[in-house]
């Protein structure tokens, strides 16, 4: 983890609610993809965490949807602006898992992180198949980029405006070699009951520090009590537990 | 003594700053980020006999200046908190360490007192009869005097260390349960635990926190937490250690001021991990804005 100052270098919309802000400045403790950064917003007490979408050196990338009054102002920053984030959090996903033909499964703004694992398993010349599920064409995000990293891309909108109608789990491949998965819980839970063989779930959670401290992001796993932010966000299939 | 020194029941901190209990965790993961015997000492996440989970999700929440929080007590238990935390806090804080104890009955409370009692890195037992968070415990020792003073009997019965008993702002007269542990035995009192409170959720239209209710903290509490410290310094000749709120060297020297030996950060803990670190090496600069030549004082200035 590193405290440090990011100048926005791009804040643009993707769709109405969906923005990909750049941020100049130190990459070097993002270790790994599908880790996340907790950036200090002004006039908040909390930060807001928000995953890493692609890291170089010198420019970190975050696909953020607007859903409160932290991501409301976040949208509304302008170029130049500094903000304070604290980076490198997190597990992140493991690359060594992904076998030949891994297939990455990513539900609205959870397709964020898969971007970064896209990137580094093609660098690793995997074959890699993505899914990407929206509510409808107007909320779809990236699909180009991931086809321009050469990968396989699926699009499913659960209104059918766009690409397969239904859910990622409704547009799984007959085969892969692993999967890895990040979107809104119900969707990681069709992806567990659905998808074939093991992969790796990343998990969204409300969190209080980000960084392991406070308890507020605990989930039970087989396992035992583990924080979402520390010991997560991203949990091995056989170490998931479902409430209810 | 360095000018930052003070005596904390007899136990000298080099510096007033202790990271609070719940917001710092068993200490050792924030040694990866600083080298955290910079620290007075710390307090670790509140222990009780049992290990629990804590709460449901949703445990946090936002609010102007602060936030809440709705955790529940999550914690391993005492025993594996002897046979596992405490070694791995031994490798990277070289310091006495304040324990931090939760009950739900007095034998509970005994039996992980005695316990953490005998651990030599131990320095204080910091006895939580405030937590707001769980049911059938915790706070309701902390809201009634004599149910305090009970705690503090039993306690003091079973141990060698000081204890100092943790108190809740969520009483109508702090001073009364003050007092009343003071007379029962108590080496010491940390005030103020979190304040009782709620956010609903404009969508759901239910309490935004799973347990309905949680405990505020961060700046917004602070100038409470402030008269309180003041109110139970007028009446009681133990040392108080001050928390709420504290996000600064000034509010640390403010807590000093209304009659705090030592002063706990909590919530700025979660926001910046390096806030204590940050607070500590601010402190001689500051102090020397208004003119201290030693920190402890200050200690009760503000009383004429």
Redesign the interface.
């Known amino acids: 983890m590193k405290k440090s100052l990011f100048e926005i270098a791009e804040n643009t919309p993707l769709t109405p609610t969906v923005y990909r802000m750049r941020l100049a400045g130190d990459t070097s403790h993002i270790t790994a993809p599908g880790q996340f950064v907790n950036v200090a917003l002004p006039g908040h007490y909390l930060r807001r965490p928000i995953s890493v979408c692609d890291a170089e050196p010198g420019m970190l990338t975050l696909i953020y949807k607007v859903v409160g009054h932290g991501t409301e102002a976040m949208a509304s920053m302008g170029l130049a602006a500094e903000l304070e984030l604290l980076t490198g959090l997190g597990n992140g996903f493991d690359t060594a898992l992904a076998g030949e033909s891994p297939l990455l499964l990513g539900g609205g703004i959870g397709c964020a992180p898969l971007y970064l694992l896209a990137k580094r398993l093609r660098a690793e010349e995997k074959c890699v198949r993505v899914a990407l599920g929206f509510n409808s064409a107007a909320e779809v995000f990236y699909a180009g980029e991931f086809a321009a990293l050469g990968c396989d891309v699926t699009v499913a909108t659960a209104d059918g405006s766009a690409g397969v109608h239904g859910f990622v789990t409704d547009a799984l491949p007959e085969r892969y070699s692993f999967h890895y998965a990040c979107g809104p819980e119900p969707m990681l839970r069709a992806v567990y009951d659905k998808a074939a063989g093991d992969g790796q779930l990343s998990f969204e959670a409300r969190m209080g520090c980000g960084f392991g401290a406070c308890m507020g992001c605990t989930r039970m796993t087989v396992n035992g009590p583990r924080r979402v932010c520390k010991d997560g966000p991203v949990f091995r299939k056989g170490e998931i537990l479902w409430e209810g | 003594m360095g000018r930052l020194s003070v005596t904390l029941c007899g136990v000298e901190l080099s510096n007033p700053v202790i990271p609070a209990s719940?917001?710092?965790?068993y200490g050792y993961?924030?040694a990866?980020?600083y080298d955290i015997d910079c620290l007075g000492t710390l307090s670790f996440?509140g222990t009780t006999s049992q290990p629990r989970?804590?709460n449901?999700?949703?445990?946090?929440?936002?609010?102007?200046?602060?936030?809440l929080?709705a955790?529940g007590l999550?914690n391993p238990g005492v025993d594996a908190v002897i046979s596992q935390e405490l070694p791995r806090l031994a490798k990277v804080f070289h310091k006495p360490v304040m324990a931090n104890v939760s009950g739900f009955s007095l034998e509970e409370y005994v039996c992980t007192c005695q316990k953490l009692d005998a651990q030599p890195q131990v320095g204080w037992l910091e006895v939580n009869i405030s937590c707001p968070n769980v049911h059938g415990g915790g706070m309701s020792f902390g809201t009634d005097p004599a149910a305090a003073a009970s705690v503090v009997r039993a306690v003091k019965a079973v141990t060698k260390k000081p204890v100092i008993m943790k108190l809740t702002p969520n009483v109508t007269d702090i001073v009364s349960v003050a007092r009343a542990c003071e007379d029962a035995g108590a080496d010491g009192l940390s005030l103020i635990n979190t304040v009782q409170a709620m956010r609903i959720d404009l969508y759901t239209r239910r309490p935004l926190l799973a347990n309905g209710t949680g405990g505020l903290s961060?700046?917004a509490i602070f100038p409470l937490a402030v008269r309180m410290v003041y109110q139970v310094y007028e009446a009681v000749s133990i040392p108080i250690v001050g928390l709420g709120g504290v996000s600064s060297a000034e509010d640390v020297i403010e807590m000093m001021l209304a009659g705090a030996t030592a002063v706990e950060v909590g919530?700025a803990?979660?926001?910046?991990?390096?806030a204590c670190r940050e607070i500590i090496a601010a402190l001689p600069a500051v102090m020397d804005k208004y003119g201290i030549k030693e920190l402890r004082d200050m200690i009760g200035g503000a009383h004429g």
């Open positions: 719940g917001t710092f965790g993961e924030f990866d980020y996440k989970f804590g449901p999700q949703i445990r946090i929440a936002e609010t102007h200046a602060g936030m929080n955790v999550q961060g700046p919530a803990n979660l926001v910046d991990p390096y």
